[in-house]
């Protein structure tokens, strides 16, 4: 199974980014989909979750209303969509699936079975 993030970059604040994730080597529509990142001495955060079919999306609410998840089963990517960034948004974000047999809460980094390897983003003020 392979997670491949793309899209990092340096932005101001104010600003906008699209991030994307491609998935590899498992049956993607059978997996809900999720985006954390990490900050600099932080532990890895939930930013948002977006269930197999795409019909269910939850944020965190930091970024509620900022940032949109959505993904094209068609072509096993996931994405996150990031307006109006704030300084406070610099991290490194990864994407993940979910765990097929339930392994906890969604908010929990313990739910998911495979992660990529994080694509960095800097939101300067």
Known sequence: VQLEESGEGLVQAGGSLKLA????????????MGWFRRSPGKDREFV????KDGDSTTYADSVKGRF???RNNAVNT???????????????YYCAAEALLNKGSYYSPEAYDYWGQGTQVAVSS
């Open 48 to 51: 948002a979750r977006i269930s």
């Open 21 to 32: 994730c491609v998935a590899s080597g498992l049956t993607y529509k059978f997996y809900h």
């Open 78 to 92: 996931l994405y996150l969509q990031m307006n109006s960034l704030k300084p406070e948004d610099t991290a490194i």
């Open 68 to 70: 949109t998840i959505s």
